[in-house]
């Protein structure tokens, strides 16, 4: 069973960066993909970004340019590098890890571990 535990989250205001930390346990960490979805209030969860086992990144359209994805398997950990964020980016964010060299997703039925999230407030 794969556990994930989102860090990292915060107040910034916009224009400002964060990075977001999703640690991951259980299961061998480089055969998983694992993607950041994230949650306004009173909205959808939507896709943010993905990388999946074999390196490859998908990001949406929304965040294109300013936010990076990457994993480093030795610390078991996937990033969310994220900068010139906007108020629109305020939610809590989560991570999510597919099953063993899963195709690249970018929509929720792709994944099947999730962590409980971390907030990002962005101000004005």
């Given at each position: 069973?794969?556990?994930?535990?989102?860090?990292?989250?915060?107040?910034?205001?916009?224009?400002g960066?964060?990075?977001?930390?999703?640690?991951?346990?259980?299961?061998?960490?480089?055969?998983?993909?694992?993607?950041?979805?994230?949650?306004?209030?009173?909205?959808?969860?939507?896709?943010?970004?993905?990388?999946?086992?074999?390196?490859?990144?998908?990001?949406a359209?929304s965040?294109?340019?300013?936010?990076?994805?990457?994993?480093?398997?030795?610390?078991?950990?996937?990033?969310?590098?994220?900068?010139?964020?906007?108020?629109?980016?305020?939610?809590?964010?989560?991570?999510?890890?597919?099953?063993?060299?899963?195709?690249?997703?970018?929509?929720?039925?792709?994944?099947?571990?999730?962590?409980?999230?971390?907030?990002?407030?962005?101000?004005?």
């Amino acid at each position: 069973q794969v556990q994930l535990v989102e860090s990292g989250g915060g107040l910034v205001q916009a224009g400002g960066s964060l990075r977001l930390s999703c640690a991951a346990s259980g299961g061998t960490f480089s055969n998983y993909g694992i993607g950041w979805f994230r949650q306004a209030p009173e909205k959808e969860r939507e896709f943010v970004a993905t990388i999946s086992w074999n390196i490859g990144t998908k990001y949406a359209d929304s965040v294109k340019g300013r936010f990076t994805i990457s994993r480093d398997n030795a610390r078991n950990t996937v990033y969310l590098q994220m900068n010139s964020l906007k108020p629109e980016d305020t939610a809590v964010y989560y991570c999510a890890g597919t099953r063993p060299f899963w195709q690249i997703s970018d929509t929720r039925d792709g994944y099947t571990y999730w962590g409980q999230g971390t907030q990002v407030t962005v101000s004005s």
